[in-house]
DNA sequence: CGCGACCAAACGAACGATCGTTCGTTTGTG
DNA sequence: CACAAACGAACGATCGTTCGTTTGGTCGCG
């Protein structure tokens, strides 16, 4: 699963040694959950059954591990565009395609995903810009589908690309919020309602 | 402004004291911007001109101070709603004037709005069981117009209102991360434009 | 196969800093 | 003079972090 899992005993087991990636994903946990100044070094190691000064044998300090928690969760949002902008067919597919994979993202990795999302204004200030500008782009990439869609006649007329991309984003990054990985609602089926939602609101066509 | 103005002398000039309300109104600014746990009363003092200790003459702590600010965002929600459901027109006006006092809540109490949707997990036990029930009631409201509003033809077949409830929430919450009083667009015009993507969604009508 | 050397991992006491909070004192205004 | 507000020192607790020590598993070597 992990490049480091050659070094990884049972795992689990007591007595068990634990690994970077151990330490980094219960981090994760940790802050989605109480928010990383609501997480000691001491939580964390009690998390991972150790005390909090055995930490150091992994990581340099609590901001690093801000820092690679949010920076795997940055990498697997920016794979989500990386693979929707290689196709090129229709820009509305790009589109749907890129809501389609980030509920994916934040299905299969809700803690970093989370963490991305409400602790980045945490991360020591150099960090910080490099998550903003990445952020950035990845709004970019929504806005730049909207706008060649547009262009190709698929959108409602004198639509404000910036605009629809922030609201595109606020239904994607609520999920967020509210997603349980215990609900009845497969991951494919909230992201097609979410689409049909996206794509025709909710009145009633005769309606509009 | 406020009911206990009464007791503010000229407010902000050196010297000047200080009322329960300026350190409340403080707290919601700090909480908001920095989070309640990277907040400390000391930070909040300084915001004030005062020491963190010079506080407890205003309220009983920091957990206090937490309780009040959400506390205050939670009463103008619940403002919208009683406004909202005294009109008795077609289920949609009531769902429009919803959405549009929400948008009027966040741009007029942004500090207030953010620690209630943000920090609320960090209130003590017994308030945020308070506030949780509240946050229902609150989607409840959208979830009933919702409903209504199918019954009478308005939406589209089939929709789904407690997702559609979340839909429009995620919609409007998110607000609270991308509004800033500097930017050039009006409350009334953001308002317009939620409504139109909430209503119509993004694709051409000749296209779904 | 057994055994000692090695080494990463975890321990646990301790550090200075900062946290929320207390309380006796000072200040300034009505 | 009275009283609320702010001060400022101090409290115990907890924070992130350091560091010398202990542990337990792995590997080379006879």
């Known amino acids: 699963m992990s490049s480091t899992d050659v ?3 049972v795992a689990g087991g007591p007595g068990a040694t634990r690994t970077r990636d151990d330490v980094v994903a219960a981090a994760g946990r940790l802050f989605a959950q109480r928010g990383f100044h609501g997480t000691s070094m001491r939580d964390l190691g009690e998390e991972l059954g150790m005390l909090g000064s055995s930490l150091y044998s992994h990581v340099q300090g609590k ?11 940055a990498e697997f949002f920016n794979g989500v565009v990386t693979d929707a902008t ?3 067919g229709p820009a509305v ?4 395609h890129l809501v389609y994979g980030h509920v994916h993202v934040v299905v ?18 150099a960090d910080r810009l490099k998550i ?3 952020r950035d782009a990845y709004e970019e990439a929504y806005r730049s589908a909207i706008e060649r869609a547009e262009e190709e ?3 409602v007329q004198g639509i404000d690309a910036r605009m629809t991309a922030i609201f595109i984003l606020s239904v994607l990054n609520a999920l967020i919020r509210w997603y349980r990985p215990s609900g009845k609602r497969q991951p494919a089926d909230i992201a097609e309602e979410m689409w049909a939602f996206i794509a025709g609101g909710i009145l009633a066509g005769d309606t509009r």
Chains 1, 2 share one sequence.
């Open 7 to 9: 070094d990884a005993p």
């Open 132 to 134: 903003v500008a990445m």
């Open 93 to 96: 597919d790009e589109l749907r």
């Open 86 to 88: 290689m196709a090129d």
């Open 153 to 155: 006649g698929s959108l």
């Open 63 to 73: 901001n690093e591990l801000l820092v690679e928690v949010i920076g795997r969760g």
């Open 108 to 125: 299969e990795h809700i803690d970093e995903a989370r963490t991305f999302l409400f602790e980045s204004r945490f991360l020591p200030e």
